[in-house]
């Protein structure tokens, strides 16, 4: 199996047990539904810990374009190879979300509220909140990155990394998941949303194009500042690259603080206006 490949098929793995695990909790009529939060924490990690078991020695499973990038960005991983990486995390989370649309066909019709339909695919912030939705991704990406890398650091019996991996994904699900519903990876946000935006899935409604860059934008920063985090402060290597992306990520989220901003008094406005 090729390592582009290994991408799609363990990013699409990925998203039927993750988006799956959220369709059983949340759709109607459906066996598991009212599981809860600790469910689909649990289910997300066993998700991310069957995906790398799979295409682990195929491809390093990355699953996630912030996973990526922050590995190109201190060297553990080839530029060259990161569009087609990418490309692949896309299309297999786009596959899998397709996937767990057959697997629950006649549930969509049962479920009226169009928000729990896209919640299967995707995720959406508990309060919306440009500024805190964006740090939200960011921190928990970081977290992930920091966390890949110190599982790396240390040595394990042989077979056991793919499931610390994925205790780490229920930690920082049962931990910091709540703002936004922990995106953290591009891949598993817009390949499926847009799987629910092509799907015809029985009155689905939006697929919240709006909020969609935060998930991805989020955790590309997070994730990258992660990994220059981590290789700065436990290998003691500061690089340049370590503190324009600081800044970069600074500059973003004072932008989206004043777009936040921007947007709560233009909706403030036409309220008074309307009354």
Do not use: C
């Not at 991310?48 to 996630?64: D, E, I, P, Q």
């Not at 599982?151 to 910091?176: R, Y």
Request: charged share 10%.
């Amino acid at each position: 199996m090729s390592p582009i490949l290994g991408e799609i098929i363990g990013t699409m793995i990925l998203i039927i047990f993750g988006g799956g695990v959220v369709a059983n909790v949340s759709l109607k009529k459906s066996k598991a539904e009212g599981g809860g939060w600790i469910v689909v924490a649990l289910g997300w990690g066993l998700a991310v810990s069957m995906a790398v078991y799979a295409v682990g020695k195929f491809s390093g499973a990355h699953l996630n374009p912030a996973v990526t990038l922050g590995m190109a960005a201190i060297g553990e991983f080839s530029w060259s190879q990161v569009p087609g990486y990418i490309a692949a995390q896309m299309l297999g989370g786009f596959l899998g979300g397709i996937i767990v649309y057959f697997q629950f066909l006649p549930h969509w019709e049962q479920t009226e509220d169009p928000a729990v339909k896209l919640g299967v695919f995707s995720t959406d912030p508990a309060i919306p909140h440009t500024l805190s939705n964006l740090l939200s991704e960011f921190i928990g990406t970081a977290v992930l990155l920091v966390g890949l890398l110190s599982i790396g650091a240390n040595k394990f019996t042989e077979g056991l990394n793919p499931l610390i991996v994925g205790f780490l994904i229920v930690a920082i699900g049962l931990s910091l998941g709540g703002p936004t519903g922990y995106a953290i990876n591009p891949a598993r946000d817009l390949g499926p949303r847009l799987a629910h935006f092509f799907l015809p899935i029985s009155g689905k409604g939006g697929s919240n194009w709006k909020y969609a860059w935060i998930p991805v934008v989020g955790p590309i920063l997070g994730g990258v500042f992660g990994a220059l985090f981590y290789q700065a402060v436990f290998e003691g290597r500061v690089t340049a690259f370590f503190w324009s992306w600081t800044v970069l990520s600074a500059l973003i989220f004072a932008a989206a603080h004043l777009a936040g901003k921007s947007g709560t008094q233009g909706l403030r406005h036409g309220e008074r206006i309307k009354n």
